[in-house]
């Protein structure tokens, strides 16, 4: 999945009961090798093992729709660029059809409040979903150091309840 900011996002996905592992890195684009200093058309992006008899693929899909914007194209909140563009990237044919197909993919949704707007404006949500590619991962520990463990006091995702 891609939701932005790959290190909040994977803070909060690998604490839900059932994910059995996470990894962060860059998918879905035309860098061979991405790195995080060149990572081109990549979105960054979390792999996901988890155990389906715990958690079901679309209950993780409603939680990662709760964690960041879907709404807005190549952006969460103050980051801009096709590296934070929301997607999905399925690995079976299950996972694309049967799961996502209740969600609301094309239909409005209340998100919100984005600058400007009212309280409660409806917006579509604006997710890719596509098959799932090679993940380039990044250094975690890098992250961490760098990223996560310094802002731990402020909201890392934009709608981190």
């Known amino acids: 999945m891609a939701g932005g900011c790959f290190g909040a996002c994977k803070d909060l996905i690998r604490k839900m009961p059932g994910v059995v592992s996470t990894r962060v890195g860059y998918s879905g684009g035309d860098v061979a090798h991405a790195t995080y200093r060149n990572h081109g058309t990549h979105a960054e992006a979390i792999e996901i093992v988890f155990n389906p008899s715990v958690l079901s693929f679309r209950e993780l899909l409603e939680f990662f729709f709760q964690i960041h914007d879907p709404t807005t194209p190549n952006r969460q909140g103050n980051d801009r660029g096709a590296s934070y563009r929301s997607g ?12 996502c197909k209740p969600l609301p993919m094309s239909t409005p949704l209340v998100f919100g409040p984005h600058s400007g707007d009212r309280a409660g404006t409806r917006r579509r949500i604006l997710a890719s979903r ?17 990223y996560v463990r310094p802002n731990w006091h402020t909201p890392l995702c934009l709608n981190q309840r």
């Open 88 to 99: 999905i990237y399925y690995s079976t044919e299950t996972q694309n059809k049967r799961p």
């Open 130 to 146: 596509t098959r799932a590619s090679r993940l380039f991962r990044t250094l975690p520990w890098w992250l961490h150091r760098h």
